[in-house]
């Protein structure tokens, strides 16, 4: 049997979930007429592994069905039913797990049925449990859902008067919710438009932005006194990073606002506020270097010491491993990123695990300024993603340029060229960043070896100019090292 989706999902499934599965299997309230408790009798004996040798159909129809011909479509249905069972039972895990989807259903069911007597307590249960919970993406479309089952009791019970500040409230949930939504969509459209040069030609959400007086709306909730006054304050001065970027003061107030408010929100939102902070920084560096990247790194430091650079739990995603890597080799915080690679190196994907430190040790290294050893250990790294592929092809060139190697920088560069325009996965925006980086890097070497000092000025004022480009401050760098 070769790895379905059966056996795919079951391998997810810890010790105590196959127990649990075993009892929903065996119920027939759940099986449908189809006995699969001998099927996952068998495949239990072989969780977790699941060994492709076991797991052959023959062996596993053998053991169902002694003394009986093998049968390609009885056991096809029996493991089609089986893969049903595990998605059922995942709905009941999920549906134990999620207290409020599982208030809303019976809240559903009892009006349904015209069962009024238990309504005013479930309410209050939902109500509890949105009260514990934090604010996130999800929060106030509970609390609207919330407020439209309260509507539903008022209406069921002829208690129409009361349903005004029902009513309110769930209008409110709803342009909250929207300011959220908005906000987010902003920014997941900025980063793409950023990092992948992806174009929106007609843009809804963002002419609404630029037109929606929020400021106003804003002193108009802490007037009122309004509960959520201080979030629509956090949505608008993150609205303005994207719609005035180079107005810091909207930096500064979100990042004060985030902070008195950060108990307020849940682990998930914390991350999420987070990125747009950073990305809007990341995205400023290039201009005030110090200033942002400093923030950068203390953001980083924050979340490393909250938990909140790791998901899934106590994972820490490759991206965020290497921005953090880098941001604190950026302020120059050395010592910080070698004690950053020993300790959460071990938090990485086991996969990627060792690649990523070598990785990391090629970006350390070269801060140093021991380029032989970023070669040695960029040539331990074994490539899966793309753009490790492009860094370390960007850290091998500017390695080859610092040591002076002149004839294998210029193959380098002529063999990375080959491999921008030939790969397919490289974005066509990514793809002319490094390509500039490598059209320049030529320059420089041309203008060193040949001591053509009097292109300098030309070539600098050709690389500031240039806005889609990688690594423009070392580029910067060499050519002033050359007039000295």
Request: charged letters at 25%.
């Amino acid at each position: 049997m070769k790895e379905t989706n059966l056996i795919k999902i079951l391998k997810t499934f810890s010790k105590e979930e196959m127990k649990m599965f075993g009892k929903f299997v065996s119920s027939p309230y759940h099986n449908n007429g189809k006995n699969c408790l001998p099927l996952f009798k068998q495949l239990r004996k072989l969780h977790p592994d699941f060994k492709s040798g076991m797991i052959a159909k023959d062996i596993i129809y053998r053991k169902l069905y002694p003394g009986k011909k093998f049968n390609k479509q009885v056991l096809w249905n029996l493991t089609s039913a089986m893969e049903k069972m595990t998605k059922e039972f995942m709905v009941q895990t999920a549906l134990r797990s999620n207290k409020i989807t599982k208030t809303e259903l019976i809240l559903s069911e009892l009006g349904s049925r015209q069962l009024l007597n238990d309504y005013p307590g479930v309410l209050r249960e939902m109500e509890n449990l949105l009260e514990k919970s934090g604010i996130d993406y999800d929060y106030f479309e509970n609390k609207g859902h919330l407020e439209n089952y309260r509507q539903e009791y008022y209406h069921l019970t002829d208690k129409i008067h009361a349903m005004s500040s029902s009513k309110l409230k769930a209008t409110e949930y709803q342009i909250l919710l929207f300011l959220r939504m908005t906000v987010g969509g902003l920014n997941d459209m900025n980063l793409l438009s950023e990092t992948y040069n992806y174009k929106f030609d007609v843009n809804i959400p963002l002419e609404f932005a630029k037109n929606l007086d929020l400021k106003c709306i804003v002193e108009y909730a802490y007037n009122n006194n309004f509960e959520y006054a201080f979030l629509i304050e956090i949505y608008y001065h993150s609205l303005m990073l994207l719609l005035e970027p180079n107005q810091t003061v909207h930096l500064g107030k979100l990042r004060e606002l985030f902070g008195l408010h950060f108990n307020k929100f849940t682990n998930s939102e914390k991350r999420t506020i987070m990125h747009w902070i950073a990305n809007y920084c990341i995205d400023k560096a290039e201009f005030d270097e110090i200033n942002y990247n400093r923030i950068i790194f203390e953001l980083n430091e924050f979340r490393l010491k909250e938990g909140l650079a790791f998901y899934p739990e106590n994972q820490i995603p490759r991206a965020i491993y290497t921005q953090i890597l880098n941001s604190a080799l950026a302020v120059n915080e050395t010592e910080w990123a070698v004690n950053f690679i020993r300790n959460y190196t071990i938090k990485l994907q086991p996969l990627i695990r060792d690649s990523m430190e070598c990785m990391a040790y090629a970006f350390l290294y070269f801060h140093t300024k021991e380029y032989s050893k970023v070669l040695n250990y960029l040539n331990k790294v074994e490539f899966s993603d793309i753009y490790d592929k492009i860094f370390a092809r960007t850290l091998t060139a500017k390695s080859y340029y610092e040591l002076h190697e002149t004839e294998p920088l210029l193959n380098y560069i002529d063999s990375s060229r080959q491999f921008l325009m030939k790969n397919p996965q490289v974005t066509d925006m990514s793809r002319i960043y490094f390509l500039n980086l490598l059209k320049y890097i030529k320059k420089i070497v041309f203008i060193r070896e040949n001591e053509a000092y009097d292109e300098i000025l030309i070539l600098k004022s050709e690389i500031e100019k240039n806005k889609i480009i990688s690594d423009k401050k070392w580029l910067l760098e060499k050519l002033d090292e050359l007039k000295k």
